[in-house]
């Protein structure tokens, strides 16, 4: 069966730097995305990775290795607006994307 | 442009009833999606459209059904409700459902069928 693993739940320090791993067994592999998700709203799109290593866009990064079937997430300088969940999701064979449960971050002053 | 918009925001069911989710985007994508979201779980893909007047089924369709008369449309239809599916439903749209492209989501309708 395809299958997304991700914590459940993370704190952090405001300021700080936070990994949010990601390990997948899917059929066929089409790329890895972040999303994000604030409380009571809608996913937002953080990331796409497809070839190994290391994407860097301002104060988050994202990593891949397929080999390994893992991916993270790296959140830099911690701020507040930053407390919410955090989504990963494996596109398949078939291109349709399938998602983890999300992490929910949790970022303390 | 407003993007992926969702009606109605909230709605409580009785066992039974049907109602339909609306969904509309702007962004002229051929692709559009319905998801599930329970809680501790993943988004759950119920039903997808590649283009107007065709859909597909999702890894949980049942006890739903979807239709694409326009590229902008895409309601999704609970016939007799049932509490399995109380959740919070989200659409999205993406150009062409390739490797890289991203899905842009509603603001989601919140459901609870009693």
């Known amino acids: 069966g395809q299958n997304i693993d991700q914590p459940t739940e993370m704190t952090a320090t405001e300021g700080a730097i936070v990994q949010i791993n990601c390990t997948y067994q899917t059929s066929g592999f089409n790329g890895l995305f972040w999303y994000q998700q604030h409380a009571g709203e809608a996913p937002t799109f953080l990331s796409y990775?497809?070839l190994d290593g290391l994407e860097e866009k301002g104060r988050f990064s994202s990593f891949l290795s397929r080999s390994k079937g893992y991916s993270y997430l790296l959140l830099k300088e911690l701020q507040m607006k930053d407390s919410a969940s955090y989504l990963c999701?494996?596109?398949?064979?078939?291109?349709?994307?399938?998602w983890g449960a999300g992490t929910k971050l949790i970022i303390k002053p | 442009n407003a993007g992926v918009t969702q009606t109605p925001k909230f709605r409580i069911l009785k066992i039974g009833q049907s109602m339909t989710l609306q969904c509309a985007q702007d962004m002229n994508h051929n692709y559009m999606y319905w998801y599930r979201q329970d809680p501790g779980m993943g988004l759950k893909l119920i039903y997808y459209s590649v283009g107007a007047g065709i859909t597909d089924k999702g890894e949980v369709p049942n006890g739903y059904n979807v239709s694409r008369s326009t590229t902008e449309d895409f309601p999704l239809r609970l016939e007799l409700a049932a509490p399995s599916q109380t959740s919070v439903y989200f659409c999205a749209s993406s150009q062409a459902g390739g490797g890289a492209d991203t899905q842009y989501f509603g603001p989601g309708t919140r459901l609870t069928v009693l």
């Open positions: 990775n497809v």
């Open positions: 999701a494996v596109m398949d064979s078939n291109y349709q994307l399938i």
